[in-house]
């Protein structure tokens, strides 16, 4: 039988989960769709996200700079995120960082893009009219 893993709560006595029950209860409920809340879905639910957070933080580390820092790092998880077909569903929630330097500039030059195409367009209607 596979072990199972027990957190613990502020008495120091043993739980199926470790995270937080009413949270989960309020992000579901949340959702339009749902009116009550069986409390074994509840527990499936926080089960099931403990488990895929903790194979996203394992699959991130194996394969990003983690093993060489012996840590975890968020460019990991973005890495992760972006390369991998499994995780790709979460590229838009883990982005990579840039530098807002780096931001602007590519900001700029898409706008010069734009305003060359534009002066493109300009120019072709100006010779169509001709």
């Known amino acids: 039988m596979a072990d199972v893993v027990m957190g613990k709560d502020k008495c120091g006595e043993q739980r199926l989960v470790s995270l937080p029950l009413s949270r989960i209860r ?4 949340s959702s339009p769709e749902v009116s009550s809340i ?3 879905a509840l527990v499936l639910t926080a089960k099931a996200t403990e488990l ?4 996203l933080a394992t699959y991130s580390y194996r394969h990003g700079s983690g093993k060489e820092k012996k ?3 968020y460019s990991d998880l973005s890495n992760t995120a972006e390369e991998s077909e499994t ?8 982005p990579k960082k840039i ?3 780096k931001y602007l500039k590519m900001l700029k030059e898409k706008r010069e893009e734009e305003e060359e195409e534009n ?3 300009e120019s072709e209607d100006d010779e ?3």
């Open 38 to 40: 069986n409390q074994e």
């Open 99 to 101: 530098l807002a330097s």
């Open 52 to 55: 895929f957070v903790q194979y």
């Open 128 to 130: 169509v009219e001709s």
């Open 26 to 29: 309020v992000i579901m409920k």
């Open 71 to 73: 840590a975890l790092t």
């Open 119 to 121: 002066n493109n367009d």
């Open 87 to 94: 995780f790709q569903f979460l590229a838009d929630i883990l």
